[in-house]
């Protein structure tokens, strides 16, 4: 059972979310989007790649579009792989949070 | 409006280079766009300048994302290529196994070479003023040659101190003659390791005194510094300082020796040693001061402005100074016409560091080494390693049959080229580093006994010699990369479709090469097992010729001087045992000679001095060692005059130019009659041939060694029987006796060495062959498989089939043999040269080492000639 990083969650849930349409400048939107924090494409393009070599993302080619200079995307997607765990990342939070006295006072 | 826009918006260009030169994703290109995209959008929402900043502050904090993804992926690629590798390895376990050995017995051979040799050049460098310090030889040349003697003058040393401004101290160095017997209370011990020298001894050599004071330990007579091994023998755990020891040799009576001092041992690297350091006053050398007494080894220590060469060019006038000091009218004269002739001492300077490999004189204080063997072995060491490795390469381009295929699906899968030679690479300087690993596992296994063999210390090491390990993991790391670097390349070209549709035949670009090659393991084979043949038969004719005595069941007692006046009372003795024939004294060792005299006819002023070798010998010596007389009688008890007397040798006879020998008086020291002329018989080693000699008569047998010639085959009870006579005449003196035959085998050591060298390089030169011819025998049947099936369906015997397949190899080895003739001829010509009675060069040898050669082949190629003639047709051919 492979249990997600923090990052790695947030990357598969946010190409999940885009579906087809999932790719570099897309993606960081929806990340920025969802966590409201600043992402450097260094990092996104590390950890994408890293989650290609575990076989949780699959890569393919897609169509240049004039925005952007005639240059191809990178369309990622989430494998069988990425998506059992991510259900199992899931479980484990949910399990994790069972029972769990409120944390706000009161 | 869009469109336009897009147009006019440019991305920052060095960003972009930035980019692109960093990327190693997939894809830059798309990363490149994303960026684009994002920078246009910016640029539409926030203005250029906004956008500007936010491309470049994304480029550069996205470096360090860069960088850490260059670094894990070219581990990954590297990870990955080892992987590869070692699966390779592993599917063909018999090329791997050949390869890495090959190769390690070449590394090892290397290895153990350079800590030879760089042990041999370590000689005496450990003394600190080494650079400056010199030894005197002397090249004396008279009418019957020219011979090169370590001994010079007794005064030389005091002489060069007071004339010479340039010479900053001297000493001089006295070896025992015959053996030294050193007591302490009532143990007493034959010592080996003895010398005389002054108090600047050790201002010239480094030998750090543990105790006592080194100006003033041996300035005294009869004082002693002894070494630390040597106080640990005799004194155990007490203090010998102060401690009298009792010193018995040619040079000393038994007289008490004060120990003033402890020195730590001489490292094994030095060209002399000592147990005993005797004080130079306690000699009986030193009571001369006469300048023509030359018995010590001199040394200077120039001072550091001083030109040896310079220095050395003064020495002659020395010479002349000093002889005519002596000397009146008459002698003047004939020396003047002596040296007219050419004759004389001429003194040189052998630089201290040089002694050890390239003094060769007699007298040597030990026996030094040899820079020819030095550089032979250098020479053979580079060789082994290169012939190693071109087997390696060999090996791995051969292979490409099988891996050619794999080259072409890597290349249709997409592999660049590139990969494909980092992954031959990469497999190459693996299996070097696995033959480096071998190779020290092999020399540590190796050198205990290589040093025995080599005769260097237990200092030399492996793991102490710390330059040694980074040198060879860097040349192996080259070797793997050179040995790599021509097979990758030359895979790699290989064209996917030709190689796939079986068009290349793959690795016959090389034949040539590695055909060449093999001829050459093949001649250096046979030149070397020839080699090994002819000194092997060198040995055996010195060992076995006709000495002109006869060397076999001599005893020789080597402490006779133990026995004082009681010798005769020990003979007779002696002789009432039925297993001793006959005994005799002698003043060296017997039917040796070292002393060298000056002779002439008396009153003969026509003819010069002729130096000529002497010994003293006692009655009955002649007739001990069953050497035979030619003309007169030898020496007699009934003769009280014999005393007077001498016999020569024929050799004797014709350098003095005497017609009638008999009756003829001789002047040396006093005029002595010739009574009888003996058969020349060899008392030097093979390599000289035999030279004038002059034995005296002992006037009272008291001397180092005697000769007891026995019978029967009970060795070991006569001997212990001669023991305990010997005993009751000395009073439990210690007793040391060795065998003539075997004495004289020992003059031999060197060319024994030098017989298990190339026995030993000979067995490596034909495994190391044998590895290659067998990897490239290998290599053919798999290239013949096919046209061995269609043979055999065709109706071929097995038989055939061997002869087939080896044709090839045969006619190699035929063409090797042809080349190694000639040279080990002449090698072996060179080598013989070194010897004045020598073996014709048995050119049986050469068919022997040959038609081995040949057999170790073919038994090589047999095995995959065999399996391969014997397989099933239908295995074979299958596959079409």
């Known amino acids: ?106 | 409006m869009i469109k336009k826009s897009h147009k006019t918006v440019k991305t920052p260009a060095a960003a972009q280079w930035l980019l692109k030169t960093m990327a190693l994703y997939e894809s830059h290109h798309s990363m490149a766009g994303d960026f684009e995209e994002n920078y246009i959008r910016m640029v539409r929402e926030d203005g250029v300048g906004k956008a500007w900043v936010w491309y470049w502050a994304q480029m550069l904090r996205s470096l360090p994302n860069y960088i850490l993804l260059q670094i894990t992926t070219r581990a990954m690629m590297l990870a990955n290529y080892i992987k590869i590798a070692f699966r390779n390895i592993r599917k063909s376990k018999s090329f791997t196994f050949i390869n890495v050995l090959g190769l390690a017995t070449g590394i090892a051979v290397c290895i153990v070479i350079m800590l030879y040799v760089q042990h041999e050049l370590s000689y005496d460098t450990f003394h600190e003023k080494a650079d400056r310090v010199y030894r005197f030889g002397n090249e004396a040349r008279n009418s019957s040659g020219t011979r090169m003697w370590g001994w010079t003058s007794v005064t030389m040393a005091d002489v060069l101190k007071a004339e010479f401004p340039e010479v900053e101290e001297a000493t001089r160095i006295l070896t025992e003659m015959g053996e030294t017997q050193i007591s302490y209370q009532q143990y007493g011990f034959i010592e080996d390791r003895v010398m005389y020298s002054d108090s600047h001894f050790f201002d010239l050599f480094t030998v750090p005194l543990i105790s006592g004071d080194p100006r003033t330990a041996l300035q005294d007579p009869y004082t002693v510094v002894i070494s630390q091994s040597a106080a640990k023998r005799f004194f155990g755990e007490t203090d010998p300082m102060g401690k009298a020891i009792q010193i018995r040799n040619w040079w000393s009576d038994n007289d008490d020796h004060i120990i003033t001092g402890i020195a730590r041992d001489m490292p094994h690297n030095a060209h002399f040693h000592f147990d005993f350091l005797i004080s130079y006053n306690s000699s009986r050398v030193s009571k001369s001061d006469n300048w023509g007494y030359w018995q010590v080894f001199n040394y200077v220590l120039l001072r550091e402005d001083a030109d040896p060469d310079a220095f050395e060019a003064k020495l002659p006038d020395l010479i002349k100074r000093q002889v005519r000091a002596g000397m009146d009218e008459d002698r003047l004269a004939a020396y003047e016409e002596y040296l007219a002739q050419g004759y004389g001492s001429r003194l040189f300077l052998h630089p201290l560091r040089d002694i050890h490999l390239t003094s060769h004189l007699e007298h040597e204080i030990e026996p030094n080494g040899n820079i020819t063997y030095v550089r032979m072995f250098s020479v053979i060491a580079v060789f082994v390693l290169l012939i190693a490795c071109i087997n390696f390469m060999n090996l791995s381009t051969a292979r490409s049959a099988n891996r050619a295929r794999e080259v072409g699906i890597r290349k249709t899968l997409g592999s660049e080229r590139k990969q494909l030679v980092l992954q031959f690479l990469m497999e190459s300087i693996l299996l070097s580093l696995a033959s480096l690993l071998l190779a020290l596992f092999i020399v540590t296994c190796t050198l205990p006994t290589f040093r025995i063999f080599a005769g260097i210390g237990n200092h030399v090491g492996l793991w102490n010699q710390a330059w040694l390990l980074p040198v060879f993991l860097f040349f192996t790391l080259v070797i793997g990369f050179l040995s790599g670097i021509y097979p990758s390349l030359f895979l790699s070209s290989f064209h996917p479709i030709r190689v796939l549709k079986n068009l290349q035949s793959s690795g016959s670009q090389g034949r040539r090469v590695r055909n060449g090659l093999v001829v050459f393991q093949f001649t250096a084979s046979i030149a070397l097992i020839a080699s090994t043949w002819i000194i092997k038969n060198q040995i055996h004719y010195m060992v076995n010729t006709d000495l002109g005595y006869d060397k076999e069941q001599i005893i020789v007692l080597s402490n006779g001087r133990a026995l004082r006046e009681h010798y005769d009372a020990f003979r007779n003795e002696l002789l009432r045992d039925p297993a001793v024939v006959r005994t005799a004294v002698s003043g060296q060792y017997p039917a040796q000679a070292l002393h060298v005299a000056n002779f002439r006819v008396k009153d003969d002023e026509t003819r010069g001095w002729v130096s000529i070798f002497n010994s003293t010998v006692g009655h009955d010596f002649l007739e001990t060692l069953g050497m035979d007389i030619l003309q007169g009688r030898t020496f007699s008890r009934q003769m009280a005059t014999d005393t007077g007397a001498v016999l020569l040798n024929e050799s004797a006879v014709r350098a003095l130019g005497i017609e009638e020998p008999i009756g003829a008086i001789l002047d040396s020291f006093r005029p002595r009659t010739v009574i009888g002329v003996v058969k020349d018989f060899h008392f030097r080693s093979l390599h000289y041939p035999v030279a004038p000699l002059v034995y005296f008569l002992s006037r009272n047998n008291r001397y180092g060694y005697i000769s007891i010639r026995i019978q029967g085959k009970d060795m070991p009870q006569t001997i212990s029987r001669i023991e305990s006579l010997w005993n009751r005449f000395t009073g439990g003196q210690p007793f040391n006796y060795t065998f003539l035959d075997e004495y004289i085998g020992r003059l031999y050591l060197a060319e024994q060495k030098t017989s298990q060298i190339t026995s030993v390089f000979s067995a490596l030169a034909i495994l190391i062959g044998c590895l290659g011819l067998f990897g490239l025998a290998a290599y053919t049947v798999e290239q013949k498989t096919k046209e061995i099936g269609i043979r055999k369906v065709l109706g071929a015997t097995s038989l055939r089939l061997l002869l087939f397949l080896s044709r090839d190899f045969m006619r190699l080895i035929i063409f090797a043999f042809m080349v190694a003739v000639p040279v080990s001829y002449a090698l072996m010509h060179q080598w013989l040269q070194n010897f004045a009675y020598r073996i014709a060069i048995p050119l049986l040898s050469f068919i022997y080492a040959g038609l081995l050669t040949l057999c170790i082949a073919l038994s090589t190629i047999g095995y995959q000639v065999f399996k391969a003639s014997r397989q099933n047709p239908v295995d074979s051919l299958k596959y079409e």
């Open chain 1, 1 to 106: 059972m492979g249990i997600l990083t923090r990052n790695e969650e947030i990357i598969l849930i946010a190409i999940w979310k885009l579906g087809g349409n999932a790719y570099g400048v897309s993606i960081r939107d929806k990340i920025m989007d969802m966590t409201h924090q600043n992402l450097v494409y260094g990092t996104l393009y590390n950890s994408l790649e890293y989650l290609i070599r575990k076989g949780y993302v699959a890569s393919r080619k897609g169509d240049p579009t004039p925005e952007r200079g005639g240059k191809g995307k990178t369309i990622y997607s989430v494998t069988p792989a990425g998506k059992q765990a991510m259900i199992d990342t899931r479980q484990l939070n949910d399990h994790i949070w069972q029972d769990m006295p409120a944390l706000e006072s009161g």
